[in-house]
């Protein structure tokens, strides 16, 4: 497959892209310093800001599919939504269906109509981004916004980190998934197993769904 990847050197998105690579897709990795990319077959690295509708719209076209890694800094949570916007936009403007969104676990389930940010075990330092993510899962699931549109929306487990790549683990779609320690993690590289596996057998269009040991 032809991937365009967006964010591809952050903790996520340079996992995902070493997955996409390890199994021979096409990749064209979108970052705002291409110098934290290492060139290496199948992979084109290119400058861009997502923020620019037109020209992403340049370059997803052709894609067989567009993957966000896409992580605004601290403080500048809002921009996040105006990022999901625009990737929407051209990704409709280069006539790619399929999009893909690593998402937030702030908005799952851990009880009934009860989320990880309503329950008040979020540690305020992540309040922000954990709601900007929450956000931009309703806007998927209830504005015109990505009518059309072959979404996904990727949950990490509660606690993310790099870590072994094992293939073991369990899915779910909207409630917070927890070991027999009722702890909530994944590594960055079986979540991205995880993601690459619904890119090429797709299981979850348009709608949520989550990872977790």
């Known amino acids: 497959m032809n991937i365009v990847l967006i964010g591809a050197s952050g903790m996520i998105g340079s996992r995902v892209l070493q997955e996409l690579v390890a199994r021979r897709h096409?990749?064209?990795?979108?970052?705002?310093?291409?110098?934290?990319?290492?060139?290496?077959?199948?992979?084109?690295?290119?400058?861009?800001?997502?923020?620019?509708?037109t020209a992403m719209a340049r370059i997803f076209k052709g894609a067989d599919a567009v993957v966000s890694a896409y992580s605004p800094g601290q403080g500048t949570e809002g921009?996040?939504?105006?990022?999901?916007?625009?990737?929407?936009?051209?990704?409709?403007?280069?006539?790619?269906r399929r999009v893909l969104l690593a998402g937030g676990a702030g908005s799952l389930l851990v009880a009934p109509g009860i989320t990880v940010?309503?329950?008040?075990?979020?540690?305020?330092?992540?309040?922000?981004?954990?709601?900007?993510?929450?956000?931009?899962?309703?806007?998927?699931?209830n504005s015109d916004e990505a009518a059309g549109l072959e979404w996904t929306y990727f949950s990490p487990a509660g606690f993310?980190?790099?870590?072994?790549?094992?293939?073991?683990?369990?899915?779910?779609?909207?409630?917070l998934i927890v070991d027999a320690q009722g702890e909530s993690r994944i590594s960055a590289e079986d979540y991205a197993i995880a993601?690459?596996?619904?890119?090429?057998?797709?299981?979850?269009?348009?709608?949520?769904?989550?990872?977790?040991?």
């Open 79 to 96: 921009r996040l939504m105006e990022a999901t916007r625009s990737l929407l936009a051209s990704a409709r403007q280069a006539g790619v």
């Open 160 to 175: 993310i980190q790099p870590g072994e790549r094992t293939g073991k683990f369990r899915l779910g779609k909207d409630d």
């Open 26 to 53: 096409k990749v064209t990795a979108v970052v705002r310093d291409p110098s934290r990319v290492a060139a290496e077959p199948g992979v084109t690295v290119v400058e861009g800001d997502v923020m620019n509708t």
């Open 195 to 213: 993601l690459v596996d619904e890119l090429e057998k797709p299981q979850h269009v348009r709608e949520r769904f989550t990872v977790g040991y």
């Open 117 to 141: 940010i309503a329950s008040g075990h979020l540690p305020k330092e992540w309040v922000g981004i954990a709601q900007a993510h929450a956000d931009v899962l309703e806007m998927l699931r």
